[in-house]
């Protein structure tokens, strides 16, 4: 087991290493010319990307298929038009759905709602989706990179992951860490321990060298969380039916002992491509709940004359002006109010918003993110008005 | 095949195993954090009640119980009817507008129900086991013992429930009562009146010597002739459990009324400033002998409100 299949293989479709500018002939490996943008000067800010592991890649030159400033010029480039292009283009497709598919409507929040409002908007509810993409990206990377090179010979390429956590920057990887950390729900933050251990390749190795010092700080560290889960673990038995819950506590630290790979020769290829499938699949089928989100907030608007009969608009409210209120409402169509027939306004909760679980992670409740939960303690008692107890 | 090499391959297949338990984890979270709550909602049994969608609440209370229910200056004011404005509030239906107050008399609180013309009865109704084949009940939201209250002129001669049983004494109370039956049980015999207010008002007349019912009840009768009456306490050994009426055939609104008890009860036990806890003190904390707290409601049903994720303490 070594890297002279990978390494000898320069006669296969994988171009021999290079070590300085390329030819402009040479193929990259996913065939476009090389070279473009390997000349960009760059802003001070823009951090230098390292590889993620310089020092195999000295020990195997075989590995290093692209000059280093051309690699920084791509990644740098998709990344800042991901950055950008995303957030854009879900913030427009979710204003169509929001004005409920209506040309009309979705020009009148177009003309209403800012840009900055918007990406806001977009982010409070579109960063738990995108850390979770970013963090399986980085995570199944990370493994699949230190296992490429128990590869079968003759392979032509290594996994995409692999690359793409090779040449992102160990500073986006970390972001996309703490982004996760704040913004998914309790339950699901035990997962990011393996998911952590593997994109970082913390082997229990780098513990402690000796054996038993290594295995004390290992047990001292699973009873530490064990405390922290203790009671909620207590609750999930109690309640009787949450084996999910209770299995997302207890097997991800125990995972994260064995995860950092590598992996056997022949799982990397089916697991890289499943998971590539995967990853996608999940986030098209998550993103449609971000789409679907109002970018507005749900009102109910008391409206009728001074004395006289009432009645409740239930529904976002767009602009109001002098004249008029504007209220896109819930089931559709959008409302003109008189601003003095308004008589009262409340905001509501939605119903996507009820817990699934009646459990706590001392005291926070295990579905709100470590931001939820701040929250909550900040602002600690939230009234329903009887508004919004009332049908659409 | 040296050990360094089995050892390594020993690893690999326990980080696949890592790696795939992960995956499957994390797809079992994903699929987990897009299921439906197992408990039903608040806004689900809303649905299911037949109230959703009314424009109006209708709640059946008393006018003639001061303290309890009393119409003051066309205002209806009491424990009895905070407890069913809190109660409407929760439920949606907040404001003179949406909220309608019906006057319902001691007896006929049952075929109000029965007859939809009123969609709760919070009027000091008694929760037994025979008015239960005819109505649900959500609670108790208080809990009083029965009582005889005299005019000063006579308290010093009727102290027992033996004193009761003498002929000379007229003994009042109003139809269709818990406290009817008891006294039946202790062969009192009585003068039944539709109210406990034309007691009252037929013992300053002079007609009556006495008059039995809730503790609660006599309290506001106290409250208002406090230099005529005096509470006598009797050893008639029942509790009263005192809840609100809601239709048979309506058990979705009966959990919610429950639930939203419980939600004050809770609030109260927190050593918060509860609904139950303000209406007490506003109406008859002041004027009964020892301090009482919100009885914890029965048959509470499990579900899940936009609230709940909120910290306990």
Known sequence: MSAAPTATSGDGPVPPPRTSVPAADSPTVDGTAAGAGGEVAWPAAVPVAEPAEPVVAEVEPGRVRWDPAERRARASQSFWTAVVGVPAIFSVLRLGVEAGGELQTTLLLVANVGPVNLLAGFLTTAARLLSTGLVAVFALGAVLAVSADRLPPGTRRRPLFARWADITPAWVVLASFLLALITWPLLYLPLLLPAFVAAFQLRPARLHERVVPRLLLIGALLAGYGWLMLPTMRDAMRQGDEWLVLALIVVPPLLALFIAGPLPGLVIRPLASVTEVAVLATLIWAAVPVITTPVLPLTVTTVGPESGPTEDVRGHVVTTDDVNMVILQERGGVRYVPVDLVRAQVLCPSEEELPRHQLRIHDFHVEDSLLEGMGRRVRPVHRIDAACRTPA | ?313
């Not at chain 2, 029965?146 to 003994?171: C, F, G, N, S, W």
């Not at chain 2, 300053?204 to 106290?222: N, P, T």
């Not at chain 2, 609904?275 to 499990?302: D, M, S």
């Open chain 2, 1 to 313: 095949m040296n050990p360094g090499s089995s050892q390594s391959r020993l690893r690999s297949v326990a980080s696949t195993l890592a790696v795939a338990l992960t995956l499957v984890l994390a797809a079992a979270a994903g699929c987990d954090s897009r299921q439906e709550p197992a408990l039903s909602s608040v806004q689900e049994k809303m649905r299911e009640t037949h109230i959703y969608g009314q424009s109006k609440l209708r709640i059946g209370v008393a006018t003639n119980e001061p303290l309890m229910g009393e119409l003051r200056n066309g205002q209806h004011v009491g424990f009895d009817v905070e407890i069913a404005r809190y109660i409407a509030a929760s439920l949606g239906y907040e404001g003179e507008q949406r909220l309608e107050f019906v006057s319902v008399a001691t007896e006929d609180r049952i075929p109000s129900l029965q007859g939809g013309t009123v969609d709760l009865v919070v009027s000091s109704f008694s929760m037994t086991e025979d008015r239960k084949q005819l109505v649900s009940f959500a609670g108790p939201y208080f809990v009083t013992t029965q009582e005889v209250m005299v005019p000063v002129r006579l308290k010093d001669k009727i102290r027992t429930i033996e004193d009761l049983r003498d002929p000379a004494y007229k003994v009042c109370t109003s139809g269709g009562s818990t406290t009817e039956a008891e006294l039946e049980k202790h062969q009192v015999k009585t003068f039944v009146v539709k109210n406990v207010g034309d007691c009252v008002d037929g013992i300053r007349k002079g007609r009556y010597d006495a008059v039995s019912s809730d503790e609660s009840i006599l309290a506001g009768f106290l409250a208002s002739f406090p230099k005529e009456f005096e509470i006598v306490d009797m050893p008639f050994g029942t509790s009263e459990l005192l809840g609100i009426g809601v239709p048979i055939g309506d058990p979705a609104l009966r959990d919610l009324v429950a639930f939203f008890l419980q939600k004050s009860y809770v609030q109260g036990r927190d050593g918060d400033a509860s609904p139950w806890q303000t209406a007490y003190n506003r109406t008859l904390g002041p004027w009964l002998k020892a301090e009482k707290r919100q009885p914890q409601p029965l048959e509470v049903p499990k579900l899940v409100d936009f609230d709940d994720k909120a910290p306990a303490k």
